[in-house]
């Protein structure tokens, strides 16, 4: 019998941190959507195992970040970037159907949000998660 209530225990634990950790992703998410910005980002790396992972760099107000996501890129690709204008690093790559064009500056021109998609299960929450408690620190 205490086994059993030790396993349901464990199970409620493992539940609750999962669920938390999703409240946290959505939670993220939800705030870029709201808050949205755009720029462009270049892959920096990709790995060609299965997953497809690219790791890509983007600058903000002079601050540059990373972020990856598993999508299938070729490395130095030019992207476009969406990210939270209130925590710069929570950004994604998005889908744009025509080359991003960049004035001399280095800012996008005529960008048609309308056109921009991107979903919710290509998100990953930043790239400065080294723990789990890095998940609740926004900035």
Do not use: C
Not at 37 to 66: A, C, L
Not at 89 to 101: D, G
């Amino acid at each position: 019998m205490k086994s059993k209530k030790g396993a349901i225990i464990l199970l409620i634990i493992v539940v609750l941190f999962f669920a938390s950790i999703f409240y946290r992703n959505i939670t993220t998410y939800n705030s870029m959507k709201k808050n949205a910005g755009y720029t462009y980002g270049t892959i920096i790396k990709v790995w060609n195992d299965d997953s497809w992972y690219s790791r890509y760099q983007y600058t903000v107000e002079g601050k540059v970040y990373q972020g990856r996501q598993g999508e299938k890129h070729s490395l130095q690709d030019t992207v476009l970037i969406i990210y939270d204008t209130t925590a710069p690093r929570f950004s994604m790559i998005a889908e744009y159907p025509s080359p991003i064009v960049l004035d001399v500056r280095g800012k996008i021109i005529a960008l048609d949000t309308a056109l921009i998609k991107f979903k919710w299960s290509d998100y990953l929450p930043g790239d400065e998660i080294h723990s789990i408690k890095d998940l609740w620190s926004l900035e």
